[in-house]
């Protein structure tokens, strides 16, 4: 299992364009890829879960991909999020 | 033939068919089902169908609003097929034995609920998206059309009464008039068809049923009559009628260029008051000197999400670039009352007139009103753009948007994004006591613009849509012309302007009464600004 941490700049969070994007990025991998923020953690392929997590700007998360692709995917995640989040 | 008698909300004569607006109805029942299994297939089914719409959906938007309008539809898709959501719905059938509709139903009430209890306004705010990609399986799995069917062929759009939203989604090249069993003179939905220059009559009643769908009919906008399967006789009479007035439009494009000067000399701004970008067009094509109120709330009711600073930016862009140096005055968020949007989470109010709506939400969700004033305050710099607050009653007011504005311009200055600073601001004058304060007003702002429906509506302590009272309101009522008066001299006393965008403020039988007063400036409907430069020209 890889992972990485990321502190949202964006100003409105990871509000519902984004998380649609993210949901159709993770579906791209194998991999189980989750993100955590504090004690919740949720599906990134699953859209309602990554809403629910409510992630605002400033916030740190933790997204982490476990399975074969996981190397490409926690890769190519991190630049996802910097260039989108 | 049938006639019957309304109310006419805007003069003109339409001919065409009648094309009655449906609403979805009906009613969730918990039935019980002893094959779980084909009921779980059955709202597979409907989740595929509900899915190919969506996908039709964004496509549409996708070309009409372009990428990052259209997302929201892939979300919708996305929320559909998420897994967690499906489970939902499944394990409902299959544990309690139901049928998939109260599955469905139950699901969607419990994901809404998710959001609505986040803390974040926005989050909440995704209730609304829940609920509307249920009610479209809901929709499926019920076998019932979606709302707004419109034909082919233009048609006359009769309904029960239509909401300001319900109206502004019809595609009003298809629109010749509207008919409607209820709704007040004074709604939002008329002051729609007029701006649109639609022929509407309203407060027909139950005689208008939907079995007359797809009658040929007939509106005539300056008695208020509906002709239903008009003889040969109206019908010729009808179609002269319209020519007639066809004519004198036409004559009044004559009236093109001319200044707005009265035979001694008097001098007045004529505007225009639109509701989208799209009226912009209807602004320049009948020649008014600026937008005196850009109703911005449509930005907020067309969406199913707040609006965010990019997309009202280009809109506010747009407004300013089309209108080439010409004054836009554009009102910040007006919603709440007869206005709203689900996705606001706003409660359902005893008195709503009376309640939580424009500035009142502006400034305690100061989120929604700082996003808007930074796309205002950066579009500003494209053109000629004023910032006008409605709703105001007292000077803390004026002293908390200027300390949000202060705000936001020292964050804009942070980030290094343009803008420009010194936008002239004003208040809209649609209170009592805006009025006994404007002369303390005055110093604090740049202009006024009298609101005269809501100050008609607050000072004679009449509620606009409520049809039963058209009898009591009086617009021309003196309390009204001396409230007008005293906000004029209070304003010129401070070296400040004053304008009208209210509907009074295309009152013909007024317009000598307004030169009298002073005012500066007249902002009416697009198609009332060369009537009234006509009415101007004309008076000593």
């Known amino acids: 299992m890889l992972g990485f941490k990321y502190t949202i700049t964006d100003s409105e969070g990871i509000h519902a364009r984004p998380a649609g994007m993210l949901v159709k990025q993770a579906a791209g991998y194998k991999s189980d890829i989750k993100i955590a923020k504090g004690e919740k953690s949720a599906d990134a392929k699953r859209i309602f879960g990554v809403m629910g997590l409510g992630t605002k700007a400033g916030e740190e998360i933790t997204v982490t991909a476990d399975g074969e692709d996981e190397e490409t995917a926690v890769s190519e995640l991190e630049v996802f999020f910097k260039e989108n989040l | ?540």
């Open chain 2, 1 to 540: 033939m049938i006639t019957i008698t309304g109310k006419s909300v805007f003069g003109g004569v339409s001919i065409g068919r009648l094309s009655f607006y449906k609403r979805k109805q009906r009613v969730i029942k918990r039935t019980h089902v002893d094959d779980v299994e084909a009921e779980c297939t059955r709202f597979q089914e409907a989740k595929t169908t509900a899915a190919g719409q969506l996908k039709e959906l964004y496509e549409k938007a996708l070309a009409d609003v372009g990428e990052a309008n259209a997302m929201i539809f892939e979300i919708h898709q996305m929320m559909l097929e998420d897994l967690d959501y499906i489970e939902s719905v499944e394990n409902i059938i299959r544990t309690q034995e139901v049928n998939a509709e109260f599955a469905v139903a139950a699901t969607a009430d419990n994901f809404a609920q998710m959001f609505t209890a986040m803390d974040d306004a926005y989050m909440q705010g995704r209730a609304a998206d829940v609920k509307d990609v249920s009610e479209r399986v809901l929709n499926i799995l019920c076998g019932v059309d979606e709302g707004i069917k419109q034909t082919e062929e233009p048609s006359i759009i009769a309904a029960d009464d239509l909401a300001p939203s319900e109206t502004v989604q019809l595609d009003k090249s298809k629109v010749l008039g509207f008919a409607t069993m209820y709704g007040s003179a004074n709604s939002h939905t008329a002051i729609l068809a007029r701006t649109m220059n639609i022929p509407a009559i309203i407060g027909l009643g139950e005689e208008l049923s939907d079995k007359l769908d797809g009658q040929m009919a007939v509106i005539d906008g300056f008695t208020g009559s509906l002709y239903i399967d008009p003889d040969e006789e109206t019908l010729a009479l009808m179609q002269e009628k319209r020519r007639e007035d066809l004519e004198q439009r036409a004559l009044l494009e004559q009236l093109k260029g001319k200044e707005n000067v009265t035979k001694s000399g008097q001098k007045i701004n004529i505007y225009a008051n639109i509701g989208n970008i799209s009226d912009v067009g209807a602004v320049l094509k009948n020649d008014a000197g600026g937008i005196g109120l850009f109703r911005s709330e449509f930005l907020y009711l067309e969406n199913n999400t707040f609006p965010d600073e990019e997309q009202q930016f280009a809109v506010y862009r747009q407004a300013a670039e089309n209108m080439a140096g010409r004054k836009v005055i554009i009102r910040t968020l007006d919603i709440g009352a007869d206005k709203q949007a689900d996705y606001f989470g706003l409660d359902k109010e005893e008195n709503p007139a009376l309640g939580y709506r424009a500035i009142r939400i502006c400034l305690t969700r100061t989120n929604i009103f700082k996003t808007q004033l930074r796309a205002l305050y950066r579009a500003a710099v494209f053109g000629n753009i004023s910032i006008m607050f409605p709703m105001i009653i007292s000077m803390k007011e004026i002293e908390k948007i200027k300390e949000i504005i202060a705000e936001v311009q020292g964050e804009l200055k942070a980030e290094g994004i343009p803008f420009r600073e010194d936008v002239e601001l004003g208040v809209m004058i649609e209170t009592p006591a805006s009025v006994m304060i404007s002369r303390e007003l005055a110093r604090e702002v740049d202009f006024f613009s009298v609101g005269t429906n809501d100050l008609t509506q607050y000072t004679l302590a009449i509620d606009r849509q409520n049809s039963k009272l058209d009898a009591f309101y009086d617009p021309h009522h003196p309390a009204i012309l001396a409230m007008i008066k005293m906000a004029a001299e209070n304003a010129h006393a401070e070296g400040k302007w004053i304008g009208i965008c209210g509907e009074l403020g295309a009152d013909l039988e007024l317009t000598e009464e307004f030169l009298k007063m002073g005012l500066d400036e007249l902002s009416v409907s697009p198609a009332m600004v060369l009537p009234l430069r006509k009415k101007i020209r004309e008076c000593e």
